[in-house]
């Protein structure tokens, strides 16, 4: 029995690990009710789930694709004002606005894309950039519907008309909509795209010789990019319930690319681990601490440093510091033995 | 174009320039059915750039390079695109090896029949069960060739640090992978010891007569070239010498000039 349940461990070892790492966040809410960590805890902790999708996304299309994007923030920040206005004005339902949301920024990046991949080098990177500015613009000065600079409220989804849910709720079905994409993401880098995707950002010449659509594979990941930024926007709409255009600057993009930097390129976890460093450090502990706390902007210092570190020491990212952990415990362990024997 | 009976591949009159310099001007040859050619010249003459018209890499400023493809129906290459290529039955290997380190050698392999999946994005992203049945029987194809090649023992390491030796081989293992009529292999035997070379001779004619395709191969090494091709093109400044057999091409005093003589002073 025993053995068959490891079996089936190994056998789904992704999914169960995803699972339990789901199973663990969803406690939080009840952690919080009893007490024991502060309420304001569980919207840092929404927040870097939030981000994380919306880094995942991005390490697709940097780390698997190698093709860079500056607009995340942008298309992130449509997909707030999107489900603002079909749900809060329109009145629809919450389910609809999520599919519209993503579907729209989607199509806006694809455009983007179809101009700017065509030709090789950085022109994506500065084309998304210059979008993300027309979209902040545009959240001011279009103020009819996003109220300009005053911003836009939204309330916590409705789920299927009647299911109405409060702020637990929504943390567990960000927490559902993470676990969905890291299974996704799981599945798409070790499919036959992945694989693609991997030899066009490793050798455009073996890519397009073995039968890889160049063009069409940069487009792919870079629409799924930009989706996973609107899903992530239209999550954090309706769990924080408030969009201004100034959360939408180049600031976020950058950070979340510090995400995937620190975190680990390549690797699922790693974006996690990088966006819980870069998106709940500074809140959890940097500001607790007495000089540095004071300090304006320390967390783009601690950044700062951080990713220059993690690039010296460790290039692929914080997440391989676990293998370093585990070959010292190995030592550690030999020793004793040695000294026992 | 009518008369493709035995042949596999027929360049006409091919020409490319870059700026001023003529890389290759008005070749023409033409490759047999379960032939093994080589395509020799000194560096520079235009190698490479044969294939990479071949292959369109390059378009060709002109000529025709006729190709028989899977189905039996002859087509000129001119004008596919690159990545359409291999749908033909054509499929080449790099000068510098171009293999993905992040990925491991059956996964790299896998690569080479990335033509042959079929499952939705939707259904990869759940691993639906078109997915896992495509997913399987091409790692099983890509494990046979790589068992073949003696490979199996390392398929799910990474390609990011094996011997160059076992580089050159999981290219040509990726090539295998959707069982091409013409094979062209860029400078196979660069790099490799006496016993490595002697074994990829073997495993060269293996693939044809196992396979029943043509291979088409630049190589520098003289040994391994008059060993292995049963014709043999020789190219200079992008123009041809002379083609023949193996011996013809020794005897042949224009290529003893600009190839072989040069190398044995």
Same mark, same amino acid.
């Given at each position: ?24 966040? #969803? ?24 981000? #994380? ?23 992130m920040g449509m997909g707030t004002y999107l489900t603002a206005f079909i749900t809060a004005d329109l009145?629809l339902p919450f389910e609809l606005a999520l599919i519209i949301s993503v579907a729209v920024p ?18 994506? /990177?500065? /084309? ?17 519907i ?6 836009k409220q939204a309330q916590y989804p409705k ?11 929504t ?11 890291? %299974? ?6 070790? #499919? ?31 629409? =799924? ?5 609107a899903l992530g926007g239209v999550l954090y709409m309706h769990f924080v319930r408030y969009t ?13 690319? /510090? ?9 699922? #976890? ?10 709940? %450090?500074?809140?959890?502990?940097? !500001? ?16 700062? %440093? ?14 391989? =510091? ?12 030999? !020793?004793?033995?040695? =000294?026992?024997? | ?86 749908? !033909? ?142 014709? =043999? ?33």
């Open positions: 029995m025993n053995n068959k349940l490891t079996n089936f461990y190994k056998l789904h070892k992704p999914y169960t690990q995803f699972l339990l790492f789901g199973i663990i966040l #969803s406690f939080l809410p009840l952690l919080v009710s009893l007490g024991i960590v502060k309420y304001s805890l569980l919207t840092t902790v929404a927040s870097i789930l939030i981000y #994380s999708i919306v880094a995942l996304g991005l390490n697709l299309l940097l780390g698997y694709s190698g093709l860079i994007s500056l607009g995340t923030a942008g298309f009145g989607m199509l806006i990046g694809v455009l983007t894309g179809l101009v700017s991949l065509r030709i090789e080098g950085y022109y994506l /990177a500065i /084309a998304t950039l210059a979008i993300s500015e027309i979209l902040r613009k545009v959240f001011i000065e279009f103020d009819f996003t109220n300009g600079f005053s911003g789920l299927l008309g009647f299911l109405q849910l409060d702020r637990n709720g943390y567990i079905l960000i927490v559902f909509f993470l676990i969905l994409v890291m %299974v996704m993401m799981h599945n798409l880098v070790n #499919s036959h795209t992945g694989r693609a995707l991997s030899t066009m950002r490793g050798s455009e010449a073996a890519a397009s010789a073995m039968g890889v659509n160049i063009y069409r594979h940069r487009l792919l990941s870079f629409a =799924i990019a930009v989706a996973f930024s201004y255009p100034n959360a939408w600057i180049l600031m976020l993009s950058l950070n979340i690319l /510090a995400v995937i930097v620190i975190g680990g390129i390549r690797s699922i #976890s790693g974006t996690v681990l990088g966006a819980f460093i870069v998106f709940g %450090v500074p809140d959890l502990i940097l !500001k607790r601490l007495p000089v540095i706390g004071s300090i304006d902007g320390a967390a783009y210092i601690f950044n700062g %440093v951080l990713i220059i570190l993690v690039i010296l020491f460790y290039p692929n990212g914080l997440i391989n =510091i676990r293998y370093d952990i585990q070959r010292n415990l190995r030592k550690l362990f030999k !020793k004793g033995e040695e =000294i026992n024997g | 174009m009518d008369n493709m009976n035995n042949k596999v591949l027929k360049i006409e009159n091919l020409s490319i320039a870059f700026g001023g310099l003529k890389a290759v001007d008005d070749l023409s040859f033409d490759i047999n059915e379960g032939e093994i050619f080589g395509l020799i010249g000194p560096n520079g003459a235009g190698k490479t750039t044969v294939f990479n018209c071949i292959t369109q890499f390059y378009k060709p400023d002109e000529g025709k390079i006729y190709f028989k493809n899977n189905k039996g129906e002859v087509e000129d290459l001119v004008g596919v695109k690159t990545h359409e290529i291999i749908g !033909k039955g054509l499929v080449r290997t790099f000068q510098n090896i171009e293999l993905i380190r992040e990925l491991t050698v059956v996964e790299n392999v896998m690569v080479g029949a990335h033509i042959d999946f079929k499952a939705s994005l939707f259904n990869q992203f759940f691993r639906l069960k078109k997915t896992r049945e495509e997913e399987a029987k091409i790692r099983k194809r890509a494990e046979d060739i790589l068992d073949h090649m003696g490979l199996l023992a390392i398929k799910d390491m990474l390609t990011a640090g094996q011997p160059y030796g076992v580089l050159k081989k999981i290219e040509l293992a990726r090539a295998l992978m959707l069982n091409p009529k013409l094979i062209i292999l860029d400078e196979p035997a660069a790099g490799l010891n006496d016993t490595e070379t002697l074994s990829l001779v073997n495993l060269i004619r293996e693939i044809r007569d196992e396979r029943n395709c043509s291979i088409l191969l630049i190589e520098h090494d003289m040994k391994f070239v008059n060993g292995l091709c049963d014709r =043999i093109c020789a190219i200079n400044f992008g123009k041809l010498l002379a083609i023949g057999t193996p011996q013809e091409i020794q005897k042949n005093q224009e290529v003893q000039i600009a190839y072989l003589g040069k190398e044995d002073d």
